[in-house]
């Protein structure tokens, strides 16, 4: 499709497991954005790539996440050891330089 | 410091209503936009309107208006003769700086869910 497409849609996963979420971003955006939003909340911003640089990853909450775009397309975030405060939707963006950004449809990720 | 606030949690109105979504932020950039998201249950944003800080001209499109004030840091909008399809959450949103150079990053309010009854 044309949109930002994110997989998977739900993931569930044990408290301790590593996870892996992946962002397709709409073909030639430059800039990438992850961000994580909290039930009843609003998103927060977790970490920006422009091409495959990661230019800002202050949002990121601990040394537990990690993500990356090695091409410059496909950006995966991983989420090490994860705990119950994990629990989130996050959502990936993605936008042409001084554009609006376009978002996915998020990964609702559940720690049990 | 950087923030958005959206003082309304919820507001819910019978179709056909006007209704008013505020928005208050706080910046010490000159140079910032203004966005305001739509997010319906399914979860995606949805992007309604980008201003900057130099552009003070209200701004409709349709059933939509936008009022921005930098006299008393608002950014405020109204949905006129409100549906049901306009059900959802809606978020304010500031980017500051250069945008190039910064990424642009979004810093968001909590969110107003609006609730259109028919």
């Known amino acids: 499709g044309a949109g930002v497409s994110q997989s998977p849609r739900y993931k569930v996963a044990k408290r301790g497991q590593d996870v892996a979420l992946r962002c397709d971003p709409i073909?030639?955006?430059?800039?990438l954005f992850w961000y994580q939003q909290a039930l009843g909340q609003g998103p927060e911003f977790l970490t920006y790539?422009?091409?495959?640089?990661?230019?800002?990853k202050s949002g990121l909450p601990s040394d537990r996440f990690f993500a990356e775009r090695p091409e410059g397309s496909v950006s995966t975030l991983k989420i090490q050891r994860t705990q119950q405060e994990d629990s989130a939707v996050y959502l990936c963006?993605?936008?042409?330089?001084?554009?609006?950004?376009?978002f996915g449809d998020g990964t609702r990720l559940s720690i049990l | 410091a950087q923030k958005v606030t959206q003082a309304q949690t919820e507001i819910s109105v019978v179709e056909k209503e006007d209704v008013t979504l505020d928005c208050v932020y706080e910046?010490?950039?000159?140079?910032?936009?203004l966005f305001w998201y739509k997010q319906p249950p399914s979860g995606e944003l949805v992007f309604l309107i980008r201003?900057?800080?130099?552009?003070?001209q209200n701004e409709i499109s349709g059933r939509y208006s936008w009022n921005f004030q930098k006299s008393t840091s608002s950014f405020n909008f109204t949905i006129t003769a409100s549906q049901v399809v306009d059900s959802a959450v809606y978020f304010c949103?500031?980017?500051?700086?250069?945008?190039?150079?910064?990424?642009?990053?979004?810093?968001f309010g909590q969110g107003t869910e609006l609730s259109v009854k028919p």
């Open positions: 910046t010490r950039d000159t140079t910032y936009y």
């Open positions: 949103a500031l980017s500051e700086g250069m945008i190039y150079n910064q990424g642009g990053k979004l810093i």
């Open positions: 201003r900057n800080s130099f552009d003070e």
């Open positions: 073909s030639g955006h430059v800039s």
């Open positions: 790539f422009q091409n495959e640089a990661q230019l800002d």
């Open positions: 963006a993605s936008s042409p330089p001084n554009q609006p950004q376009h």
